[in-house]
């Protein structure tokens, strides 16, 4: 298993500003991604983080307003950037192995707040 | 279009008795349907995963079918506690590509009074 933990928890931030989140694994990951899931609605996939290179993102969602970081196979940083009330939502680092039958981790999730 | 729908939105019962919460996908091709539980303030946490040949699968109090052929499947939660109060996630694993994605449903929150 994975033991995930995401800081901050929870934040309340102004509009036109930029908030990082951090994803710490306690072990080494292959596969890390960042989810929004925003209240009644599914998880949807931001980007799946790559170490050493550029993330990969999906449809909708654009490094400018999410720039992410993989430093090393344990850690993982997600920018939501130029805020705006839209943006409030919460915000989950989660990692899996390669293989399709691996479990698939959560971490407790940032809960952001945008005014 | 790959879909999960589940059923119902919410759901309240009370402590002791049983429910069954249901789920329907549209994912092709196929790999594995996952259950995931979240408590509020929380990341899903795994409690069932099934492949194609699996029809049910349990974890304590929590039982898990899986009909491939009519792409359904079911939880089960037996003598509910108040602790099970939480929503309850179905997400399928496709395998199409390289390295495969996951569908979420919206999920089903349950509340059990007591």
């Known amino acids: 298993s994975a033991v995930i933990s995401q800081k901050p928890s929870r934040d309340i931030c102004q509009r036109g500003t930029s908030l990082t989140i951090q994803c710490q694994v306690d072990s080494q990951v292959t596969m890390m991604f960042w989810y929004r899931q925003q209240p009644g609605q599914s998880l949807t996939l931001i980007a799946t983080a790559n170490q050493g290179s550029e993330a990969t993102y999906e449809s909708g969602f654009v490094i400018d307003k999410f720039p992410i970081s993989r430093p090393n196979l344990t850690f993982s940083t997600l920018t939501v950037s130029n805020m705006s009330p839209e943006d409030s939502s919460i915000y989950l680092c989660?990692?899996?192995?390669?293989?399709?039958?691996?479990?698939?981790?959560f971490g407790p999730g940032t809960r952001l707040l945008v005014l | 279009k790959n879909q999960v729908e589940q059923s119902p939105q919410s759901l309240i019962i009370l402590e002791g008795k049983n429910c069954t919460l249901q789920c329907n996908y549209t994912v092709s091709p196929f790999s594995n349907l996952r259950w995931y539980k979240q408590d509020t303030g929380r990341g899903p946490v795994s409690l069932t995963i099934?492949?194609?040949?699996?029809n049910t699968k349990s974890n304590g109090r929590y039982t898990a079918t899986l009909d491939a052929d009519t792409k359904q499947s079911s939880l089960h939660i037996t003598a509910s506690q108040l602790s099970d109060s939480a929503s309850y996630i179905c997400?399928?694993?496709?395998?199409?590509?390289?390295?495969?994605?996951?569908?979420f449903g919206r999920g089903t929150q349950l509340t059990v009074w007591p």
């Open positions: 997400v399928v694993f496709d395998r199409g590509s390289t390295l495969g994605r996951l569908y």
């Open positions: 989660s990692v899996r192995g390669r293989l399709a039958g691996e479990t698939q981790y």
């Open positions: 099934m492949t194609f040949s699996e």
